[in-house]
């Protein structure tokens, strides 16, 4: 019985995402042509990612949205459990986001196309020169007025434990001038593990912190504040 569930809720996420995708990416493609800042065609790409959620039955509390800061961009760390990360917050946190995917996801048919619109950045990882150009193309955004989320673990967590963070979102601070916010994102894994495409909702809760800022260029300083941050997720993610 409960695989027949699980098989359920896997069966109707996939029909609703393709769904959405086509209509709302339709939407975002249309708005694109008309709005080059691409700022309308995330609020469709944000709705997307919530609706994603509410209609498969995943609630998302959020707690601490009064540190996110609304005058400003902000580079989101955040701590990397699962595929809905994405969704929870693309769709929860009420700022217009910049993400930085895959070139391949570029390629989707209706998603891909809306990615394009919303001004988000497409990175080959094995590629340096191409890893540098999405960097200098997230600083053009950030400049531009929006905020970026950052995983720097660099992949989802293999048994849920918060990994080591890599450098580089520091940098992008650095270059960029902004705050840093910690994000702990908690319940993304248990609903689509990773190496599985099997869907099981449930509860995930977001915690945002007060931002922390990076003074001056040193290098160090900034490293010793990227370690701040992971405390800080860690420390959230352990007492829940």
């Known amino acids: ?5 699980t098989l359920y809720h896997t069966l109707r996420f996939w029909i609703v995402i393709v769904i959405l995708s086509i209509i709302l990416g339709t939407i975002a493609i249309i708005l694109g042509i008309f709005d080059k800042s ?15 959620c509410e209609w498969n039955g995943i609630r998302v509390e959020v707690s601490g949205a009064e540190n996110i800061l609304v005058d400003q961009p902000q580079i989101f760390i955040a701590n990397h459990q699962g595929y809905y990360d994405i969704f929870t917050l693309a769709g929860y946190l009420p700022v217009q986001l910049r993400w930085v ?14 990615m394009s619109a919303a001004g988000y950045i497409p990175v080959e990882r094995n590629n ?24 720097p673990e660099g ?3 293999e048994d849920g ?13 650095q270059r960029a001038k902004v705050p840093m916010v910690p994000v ?29 800022n990076l003074e001056g260029e040193d290098a160090k300083k ?3 504040r990227l370690q701040e941050i992971r405390n800080i997720i860690c420390e959230n993610f352990k007492a829940t």
């Open 1 to 5: 019985m409960e695989y027949l569930l």
């Open 38 to 52: 691409g700022n309308q065609s995330h609020k469709v790409a944000a709705l997307w990612s919530r609706l994603i």
């Open 101 to 114: 995917s895959k070139a391949v996801l570029f390629r989707v048919p209706f998603m891909g196309w809306a």
């Open 128 to 151: 340096r020169k191409q890893s540098y150009q999405a960097f200098l193309s997230t600083l053009e955004a950030i400049k531009a007025g929006s905020s970026v989320v950052v995983f």
């Open 155 to 157: 992949t989802r967590s």
């Open 161 to 173: 434990n918060i990994g080591v963070f890599k450098k580089g979102s520091q940098l992008l601070a």
């Open 184 to 212: 702990t994102i908690i319940g993304t894994r248990d609903i689509i593990r990773k190496g599985s495409m099997l869907i099981n909702p449930k509860a995930v809760r977001i915690i945002i912190s007060p931002c922390i």
């Open 222 to 224: 900034g490293d010793e």
